[in-house]
């Protein structure tokens, strides 16, 4: 059983910062691209992605960059996101997820296995 579990989200004020984590189970974790993506109020209808990993290989979305930090531990099977310098905009349901895909991407199709999501709530 494939299982990812994002834990760390909250509410803070803008310019806070917060550190989500995603557990993940059930599959060989070093073998897979992993990945953040975002669903905004009112857009339940769009997955926006953030950043995405693999052993070699780092990117992010033009509107998190600078901002947002991706890494993960292979020993402790854990995906991370260091969000900083947080603003009303970054209000979402934040989601990890996993691929089998040989290179990285951002683009979600490529993402089998998904997490429950974890609310982040900013306020102004």
């Known amino acids: 059983q494939v299982h990812l579990a994002e834990s760390g989200g909250g509410s803070v004020h803008a310019g806070g910062s917060l550190k989500l984590s995603c557990v993940v189970s059930?599959?060989?974790?070093?073998?897979?691209?992993l990945g953040w993506f975002r669903q905004v109020p009112g857009m339940e209808r769009e997955l926006g992605a953030i950043?995405?990993?693999?052993?070699?290989?780092?990117t992010y979305a033009d509107s998190v960059k600078g901002r947002f930090t991706i890494s993960k531990d292979n020993g402790r099977n854990t995906l991370f996101l260091q969000m900083n310098d947080l603003t009303p905009g970054d209000t979402a349901v934040y989601y990890c997820a996993a691929s089998t895909s040989v290179w990285l991407s951002l683009a979600e199709f490529q993402y089998e296995y998904w997490g429950q999501g974890t609310q982040v709530t900013v306020a102004s």
């Open positions: 059930g599959l060989p974790f070093a073998d897979y691209c």
């Open positions: 950043a995405g990993i693999d052993d070699d290989s780092i």
